[in-house]
């Protein structure tokens, strides 16, 4: 692609002004033969004039190569402007994705921390509605207990022969106060159980969103709610049998044969009540400590079955499998390092690739809608065209019409002119014509045709001048096509750069086989000259640190060095294998034979092998070419650029 340069204008328009200074120079000097009768001093005179323009043009000549040098510094400082926007550009995108990753991280510590809260939020609330409903079940077992020893005091102390005493009366009251607070129990677990069944419902709603995360948790939470359940069952049945009591006991208490001794009953009563309440908490002491004999056998076993496990992992452990499995790990890590690092080196390669491609693209853009804009203007002045037409056309047949009328004026002017009965002609004129008089008609048709004869060729002026505007417009419409195929060839052009960049960059190498003998000769002689190991071996010295060399030279070397193997050997260092084929054998199948198995093999020669095509190395395109050029070898693939002369 050939660059503009700003500056060449000024620099062609200065060496045409030399040029005609010198032309001047060379016309005075042959003007100077027709001055020999002059004096002296004219001449020097004129001769001082022309020092005098060749030092102006002169000075000249120096403000322009000054002005060139400050443009060349102006265009250096703005393209180095441009690269540290282009870095500074690179570097922010880089910034922004670590805080991107940043991001991440910390909503995903967010949620872990949100779900673990929500866990404990319900196990906390789980346990608090265990522990309201353990006491209301407390509660109620001792009053059904209340209720029965009173139920088994008053069939005993109760005498049916006699009519009820106060004592009697104490007594029941003392059971309808029991008795509703009874009542006021079983509600207050009736509320609980409602709201123990609106917890159940938050609760499912709860599992199903943390279902996916939390399956442990939820069969905890199943599994308590099924105990909750069937406790609830139980002091259901009890509370149907308390109210089966409690009615036994309304229907006994209005018997008049019921009957209660004295006051040594009741007193017995509250000794044997408070007698009751002792066992009870001496039942829920045992209870509660059978729970924790039972909570610490419990975590024992677990213990003592963790500890099993991790024997059984430490008696099937394997260090050396281990240590494999750690290495595969690293290797892997460090593979996914050099995929990144290979990535980022490969986007800054084609930054200023892709950055052209863009620019190359806008332009495109803004050159169609160029295209398109001329084309709409082109449609618009031929629309205008084909009006103008039309009414040209439509102006001549006016025209037409009016010669008519007048040629109709004409005769009946001859006839006015010809006859006597003057007045008929008049008449037979207005009728036909609109006006008696022929000469008016005729006098004023003429006048409009003029007028059409204007428009006529004010419309073929606009004609003339939009097809001329057209003509201008097309060849600006062949301009804008020509630079739309230049441009698609430039784009074309970076597109191939950019992909031949990302399949240098990211392709890895770990061997590279030299073709020996085809390195041994200068193609841009016009025999081939034979250059012998000059070349090759500085590539070899070079090539060594970054990759494994493989040389495989023809049999025909010896002959062409003179020399045996150990001596071509020899001249290069230890770290590259020298292969020289067996003689009659080619070095060809050879050096296919080296490539064909590891895809990070690589050949460098300027062969093309049309032999193996089939071979994977050659189909692959494994291939890698080198240029010798004067005294330098370049191998553009591998950054290799070395003068071997």
């Not at 009173?150 to 029941?172: C, D």
């Not at 509250?270 to 059978?290: T, V």
């Not at 430490?314 to 593979?335: C, M, Y």
């Not at 195929?485 to 191939?496: A, D, F, L, S």
């Amino acid at each position: 692609m050939i660059e503009y340069n700003p500056l060449a204008k000024n620099h062609n328009r200065l060496k045409r002004s030399i040029e005609e200074l010198k032309e001047k120079q060379k016309r005075k000097s042959g003007e100077l033969s027709w001055y020999n009768g002059t004096s002296k001093e004219k001449l020097q005179k004129y001769i001082l004039s022309l020092e005098f323009e060749n030092t102006k043009y002169q000075s000249e000549v120096r403000k322009s190569a000054i002005k060139i040098n400050k443009f060349n510094t102006d265009i250096e400082e703005i393209r180095k402007q441009i690269e540290s926007i282009v870095e500074l550009e690179i570097k922010e995108k880089q910034q922004e994705r670590v805080k991107i990753k940043k991001g991440i991280k910390e909503i995903e510590e967010k949620i872990k921390a949100s779900e673990i809260h929500v866990k404990e939020v319900i196990k906390s609330i789980i346990k608090t509605k265990f522990l309201q409903v353990e006491k209301i079940d407390n509660d109620l077992d001792c009053e059904y207990k209340q209720v029965k020893a009173l139920k088994g005091n008053i069939k005993s102390r109760f005498n049916p022969l006699n009519w009820i005493s106060k004592e009697q009366n104490n007594y029941v009251k003392e059971y309808k106060s029991l008795n509703n607070s009874t009542a006021c129990k079983i509600e207050s677990k009736l509320s609980m159980q409602a709201s123990i069944s609106y917890f159940q419902r938050n609760l499912e709603n709860l599992e199903m969103s943390i279902s996916s995360h939390f399956d442990s948790e939820q069969k905890i939470v199943l599994q308590c709610l099924d105990e909750l359940k069937n406790s609830l069952n139980i002091n259901n049945k009890l509370r149907k049998n308390l109210l089966k009591d409690i009615h036994y006991l309304d229907t006994n208490s209005s018997n008049p044969q019921l009957n209660i001794n004295d006051c040594k009953n009741k007193q017995g009563l509250k000794k044997y009540k408070i007698d009751i309440s002792k066992l009870e908490n001496i039942i829920i002491c045992e209870c509660r400590q059978k729970e924790e004999i039972e909570k610490n056998v419990e975590q024992n076993k677990g213990k003592i079955r963790k500890t099993i496990f991790d024997i059984g992992k430490l008696e099937k452990f394997d260090a050396k499998k281990v240590k494999g499995l750690i290495a595969n790990l690293e290797g892997k890590i460090l593979r996914k390092k050099q995929q990144v690092q290979l990535k980022e080196h490969v986007d800054r390669k084609l930054v200023p690739i892709i950055f052209e491609i863009n620019r190359l693209g806008n332009e495109k853009i803004e050159i169609t809608n160029n295209i398109i804009n001329t084309n709409n203007y082109i449609e618009g002045a031929e629309s205008s065209m084909r009006l103008a037409d039309s009414s040209i056309e439509n102006a001549n047949n006016i025209i037409k019409k009016i010669e008519v009328v007048i040629t109709k004026a004409k005769r009946f002017k001859d006839r006015l002119n010809n006859s006597v009965d003057r007045r008929s002609i008049h008449e037979q004129c207005e009728l036909e014509l609109g006006d008696g008089s022929p000469g008016r008609v005729v006098h004023e048709k003429r006048g409009l045709i003029r007028e059409q004869k204007e428009l006529i060729n004010e419309q073929r002026d606009l004609k003339s001048e939009k097809r001329r505007l057209i003509n201008e417009k097309k060849e600006l419409l062949r301009k804008y096509k020509r630079q739309v195929t230049g441009i698609n060839r430039n784009i074309e052009k970076n597109q191939k750069e950019a992909f031949k960049v990302s399949e240098k960059e990211s392709r890895t190498i770990d061997t590279i086989v030299i073709d020996g003998n085809n390195m041994c000769y200068d193609n841009t002689s016009i025999n081939d000259k034979f250059i012998e190991l000059r070349a090759i071996t500085k590539v070899a010295s070079k090539l060594k640190d970054r990759f494994n060399v493989i040389i495989v030279f023809d049999s025909s070397i010896r002959a062409l060095l003179r020399n045996d193997d150990e001596k071509i050997r020899s001249q290069f260092v230890s770290d590259v294998m020298i292969h020289i084929v067996a003689t009659k054998e080619l070095a060809d199948k050879t050096i296919i034979k080296l490539t064909s198995n590891n895809n990070q093999t690589y050949i460098v020669s300027n062969d093309r092998y049309g032999e193996f095509v089939n071979e994977e190395a050659v189909k692959n395109g494994r291939l890698i070419r080198h240029e010798i050029v004067s005294n330098k070898i370049f191998i553009h693939d591998l950054d290799i650029n070395i003068q071997w002369k």
